[in-house]
């Protein structure tokens, strides 16, 4: 944990409700009202929610550059915003809830205690806007002293937006109000009342999306229904309403914040993702399987490069932003999507329930990084990439979990990912026509402990199909070579956290040049040899991994313990009446009349 400077104060008075600011000063910062390349001053980087930065961020063998925690918290980190490489975030305790100011090395630079809710903050004219119990507050950016504070009596549960020199945000409560307030001193520039026109109560709100001077927001009703609706930033009249007669499959009334990106506006109900033009026309819907609702966490696509990214069920789905059309699909067994996603470049992130954070290719949805500090770690509030680090909130439901915000950076080599290390051993000799072994020898959940299942797909003779599967690390390959020559063997091993990772070897497969048969035993149970058995155990013996030499195998002869003879490609011997060994002999014949002969020993117990 860092702590702070001594030529830094922390702010130890309350901002209670209706209470007195109380901050002092340290570093100062100036937030701005629209996302830079590489800062995030509001939810989802911009007042447009696009989730999207063209900042440098770390992917692969993903660790922690530091760590901040807040002993005594019970609740999760908020999203930070980040501006003039200064992160504002909030966490939580059963009192009251805190603000923090922490620098890019984690140092605490302020904190000023208030009853704000798990929102995140935004940065805009030198203030960090919070919303929470009883108002909206807005806090000295370099200090955190409060600057002023709207109390209207009821709960500001989602984010606000900041554009233009207006601080936009629902609440409160179930009131279905939206307000616009000047950053300044936060006199009201107009409100609206939502949802008058749905059945039932209201209940989730969204953050307000901003862009080209409109408003966009969304209600969603305990009765089933919910309306987004676009509203002249300036004046609050209403530019048009779009109506979504059911809202929930899994949770009822659950609405996403909208998303304002390559001339749409993208929404999302529990059961469907929109798109829509600017002027309200739908232009596709795509049906999904639901996604965790705004009273736990809040949730908004993420658009970048012509395509949508939005939880879908307990995974994460890609969508082509022009028609919807579904690119590709990240669902894992042992990790649940809850966060909203982010995007850096090429890759996006996301966290989740008990498997952490994910860095994923943009392009395919496979995972190429990922990062869990303990199992009951939870990641719930979208990750943020600014300058070459993810930043992201963790939390525990344990008593003595403190809540964490983490700094994160690609390292030499992973230290908390599920990515498995394929790895097996090639036999010293390998000839056409004889069964080979190959032993598995792979970590198949990288650095976490075993969670679910794992398969390991063989590709033994180089044509990219799988040829041999196996469900257990324990298991070897075998497998028969027909011809001779190179050929590369590949290992993939999958995994429930979604992750699959390959190793090839190359492998010379001589020619069979014995002229003579090869006689060969295989016993059930395996490797015979190597155990005792008790008096009336039965032995079966296999001679089907016999070959012949120039010409095929003719008789097969068994010989057991020098006088009991028998014959055929297969015996069972019952080990009853001597202790000790028995010895059985097998003798191969080929058309040609040549002869190879084996042993094995089988051992009675006294």
Not at 200 to 207: E, P, Q, R
Not at 236 to 263: I, L, S
Not at 292 to 298: A, D, H, I, K, S
Not at 340 to 347: F, I, K, Q
Request: aromatic share 8%.
């Amino acid at each position: 944990m860092r702590t702070p400077d001594r030529r830094t104060v922390l702010v130890a008075a309350g901002l209670a409700l209706g209470g007195a600011f109380a901050g002092d000063a340290a570093t100062a910062t100036d937030g701005s009202a629209s996302t830079t390349p590489t800062q995030s001053a509001q939810l989802q980087y911009d007042a447009a929610k696009t989730g999207q930065t063209d900042a440098s961020a770390p992917s692969t063998a993903l660790g922690p550059a530091w760590r901040f925690q807040r002993p005594g918290a019970d609740g999760c980190p908020s999203a930070p915003a980040v501006a003039d490489d200064t992160l504002y975030f909030l966490s939580a305790t059963r009192g009251d809830n805190t603000v923090h100011a922490v620098d890019a090395d984690g140092t605490e630079l302020w904190r000023t205690e208030t009853a704000v809710t798990q929102c995140s903050p935004a940065v805009a004219d030198g203030l960090v806007f919070v919303g929470g119990l009883g108002g909206l507050f807005a806090l000295d950016a370099a200090t955190g002293e409060g600057r002023w504070h709207v109390d209207r009596g009821g709960l500001f549960e989602p984010s606000p937006t900041v554009a233009d020199g207006a601080v936009y945000l629902p609440g409160a409560g179930d009131e279905g109000r939206i307000a616009a307030r000047n950053t300044t001193d936060g006199t009201e520039r107009w409100a609206f009342q939502a949802g008058t026109e749905l059945p039932g109560s209201t209940a989730s709100m969204t953050a307000v999306a901003v862009a080209d001077g409109v408003a966009y927001a969304a209600v969603g009703t305990d009765a089933g229904v919910g309306e987004l609706y676009a509203l002249d930033a300036a004046t609050g009249d209403q530019r048009w309403g779009a109506g979504f007669p059911r809202t929930g499959a899994r949770y009822v009334g659950n609405v996403a914040t909208p998303t304002v990106a390559d001339g749409r506006v993208f929404f999302a109900t529990d059961n469907a993702l929109y798109a829509l033009s600017l002027d309200g026309t739908q232009q596709w819907r795509v049906a999904i399987d639901g996604f965790t609702p705004g009273n736990y966490t809040e949730q908004s696509p993420a658009v970048a490069d012509g395509t949508v990214y939005f939880p879908d069920g307990d995974g994460l789905s890609a969508f082509d932003a022009a028609t919807g059309r579904r690119r590709w699909t990240f669902d894992a067994p042992a990790a649940t999507v809850s966060s909203s996603p982010t995007v850096a470049g090429d890759v996006v992130y996301v966290g989740t329930e008990e498997a952490g954070v994910y860095a994923l290719d943009a392009g395919s949805g496979d995972p190429v990084g990922q990062y869990r500090s303990s199992p009951d770690v939870r990641v719930v509030v979208p990750p943020v990439a600014v300058d070459g680090r993810v930043y992201v909130g963790e939390f525990a439901e344990a008593d003595d979990a403190d809540p964490t915000l983490v700094a994160l950076e690609s390292g030499d080599e992973s230290v908390a990912s599920a990515e498995p290390v394929p790895e097996f051993t090639v036999p010293d000799e390998v000839v056409q026509g004889t069964p080979v072994e190959f032993e598995n020898r792979s970590d198949a959940f990288g650095d976490l402990t075993a969670v679910g299942d794992a398969a390991f797909r063989w590709d033994v003779d180089g044509d990219g199909e799988t040829d041999v599967r196996t469900d257990a690390v324990t298991d070897p390959a075998r497998y028969t070579f027909e011809g001779s020559g190179e050929r590369t063997v590949t290992l993939t091993v999958e995994n429930d956290y979604g992750w699959a990772a390959s190793t090839s070897k190359s492998v010379t497969v001589s020619e069979h040049t014995d002229e003579g048969p090869v006689a060969r035993i295989e016993t059930e149970p395996p490797d015979a040899e190597a155990r005792t058995f008790e008096s009336g155990a039965t032995v079966t013996l296999d001679a089907s991994a016999s070959t012949g030499g120039t010409s095929d195998l003719a008789a097969y002869e068994w010989t057991v313990n020098g006088h009991d003879d028998r014959s055929g490609v297969e015996t069972s011997v019952e080990l009853d009446g001597v202790c000790g060994d028995w010895h059985v002999t097998l003798t191969v014949t080929d058309e040609d009349g040549v002869t190879d002969e084996t042993t094995v020993v089988l051992t009675v117990e006294d």
